[in-house]
């Protein structure tokens, strides 16, 4: 049934959309180092491992939020939800974006469009789209995945922030002061 492919569409969908947009990014004037960065692409990959369906060894494969289709559809709406907010984001933040921590050559502070919001919208929405896709199967596994990518996001946001605060001083700091992080009134 087509359906059950549909959350592994929206994925891709996202996946060819940054693949594209990468290609207009300026260039980079300081980049985080491949050691520095290796922990946060090892959360990832346990994140996506956690996501993918397939049966899992005791309590992991245990379902816990119940639902069935009325769960699914919730759940593609919070994915398409957070996809749609990456996309915008990224959009919004146009050739200053970078897949790893980076100051661009004429690196501009961005604060329209969710950026009025949140100071990292892109990692909002990914959350989003773990969360959701989590929900979809609604197995302690799949929803693992959330924590590890919520903290491994929100390492990376750190690095991020000093750099920022290095490159625009006292613009940033009240930035940061008027807006969260990456979830709205939280964290």
Do not use: C
Not at 124 to 152: N, S, Y
């Amino acid at each position: 049934m087509w359906v059950r492919h549909l959350i592994l569409v929206l994925w891709l969908v996202g996946a060819a959309y940054w693949i594209v947009a990468a290609q207009s990014a300026k260039t980079d004037r300081r980049r985080e180092p491949l050691a520095t960065r290796l922990p946060f692409i090892a959360q990832m990959i346990v994140t996506a491992i956690l996501l993918w369906p397939h049966e899992w060894p005791g309590w992991l494969d245990l379902k816990v939020v119940g639902g069935g289709w009325t769960r699914f559809w919730i759940a593609v709406a919070v994915l398409t939800l957070g996809l749609a907010l990456a996309i915008w984001a990224r959009r919004v933040l146009g050739d200053n974006w970078s897949g790893t921590v980076t100051v661009k050559e004429g690196h501009e502070l961005v604060q329209t469009g969710p950026y009025r919001w949140v100071r990292h919208p892109i990692y909002t929405g990914i959350l989003l789209m773990i969360l959701g896709t989590g929900l979809a199967g609604g197995k302690v596994h799949a929803l693992l995945a959330f924590p590890i990518a919520l903290i491994a996001l929100w390492l990376k946001s750190r690095l991020e922030e000093r750099w920022m605060v290095a490159e625009f001083g006292e613009r940033y700091e009240a930035y940061r002061k008027t807006r969260s992080a990456i979830i709205p009134f939280f964290l």
